[in-house]
Structure formats: C-alpha cells, structure tokens
C-alpha cells in the first residue's frame, strides 16, 4: 500500500463544518489535534511532508493554523474572540499516506480533540457516519431530527440553525 503508484503523487483531504462554542480552550485543543494528525503522518509516511492547516472565522474573519513541521509546531496567525459558533476548514495535503486513512486519522482527531465539531461533507453518509453523535448531545431540543420526516434526500445541513 505505502508505495503504490498514486501516493508518489500527494494527496488533500479537507473538512468544513461549524465548530460549537469557540474560545481559547478549543484553539488550544485544534493544536493538539492537529499534532495529533500530523504525528500520524509522521509515523505512516516517515516525514511529515506537506501542511495540515486549519482555519476558524466568525463572519469571514478569523484564526489560521499551520503545521508543516513538528519541532516547530502549529503555528497560530490571527486572533479570534469567543464566539458561539464559528465556521472551520480543516485541510491536509501531505505525500505517502492513503487519502481514505488520512480521512480517519483527521476524523479521529476531531473526535479527541473534545471539540464540538459539525461536519458539512460526512452528514449525507447518514449509512457510514464515523460516530460523530455526540456531537449532537448539546441540543436540548431536538431538532436535529425533524430532517427525515419530510422525505428528502437527507440533506441534513440544510436544516442547520444559525442562532
């Protein structure tokens, strides 16, 4: 698997959702996460080559995060206040590891970095969603599930209240 034709190449692997209840604890718990990711990296390919990056906005403005080498660590640009919900695009483009692994080594590390992270791309696979649903457990009513009754395509996002 490690060196099969099409790894030679690189591969990208990008998340966009919402992340609930921003401040500084979570930006500190992003950091982690994202070593987390790119020790994983590290470990598969040998090196970490390429960059794990995210970036977190309220309204267009916001923080970035970049990591392209682990003794220098994430680097932080940008200052973002506490904010309720907040818009976030996790991306990796390394060379060497499997892109479907990638997505899970990213996936897992959403799910331990203990922040509450909703996914845009993973809400259709209703079938296959990698356990994120504890995500939901901070919604008192429960309207996240009103989207099945009205017999669409499942198009979960749509129903996402922007408070």
């Not at 794990?52 to 970035?64: A, H, L, P, Q, W």
């Not at 669409?152 to 749509?158: A, F, G, Q, S």
Request: one cysteine or more; glycine letters at 10%.
């Amino acid at each position: 698997m490690e060196n099969s034709e099409e790894l030679a190449g690189g591969v990208g692997v990008g998340f966009t959702g919402h992340i609930h209840g921003f401040n500084a604890d979570a930006e500190a718990r992003l950091d982690s996460m994202m070593m987390q990711v790119g020790k994983w990296v590290e470990k598969k390919a040998g090196y970490l080559m390429g960059h794990i990056k995210m970036s977190v906005t309220v309204d267009g403005k916001g923080i970035t995060l970049n990591l392209t080498d682990l003794d220098i660590g994430v680097e932080h640009h940008n200052r973002l206040k506490p904010s309720k919900e907040a818009d976030f695009n996790f991306m990796a483009a390394v060379v060497d590891v499997d892109e479907g692994e990638l997505e899970h080594a990213m996936v897992h590390a959403m799910e331990d970095s203990g922040v509450y992270f909703h996914i845009d791309e993973h809400e259709c696979a209703c079938g296959h969603d990698h356990s994120h649903d504890h995500e939901h457990h901070h919604h008192d009513h429960d309207h996240e599930h009103h989207h099945h009754e009205h017999g669409e395509e499942c198009h979960c996002h749509d129903h996402d209240h922007h408070h």
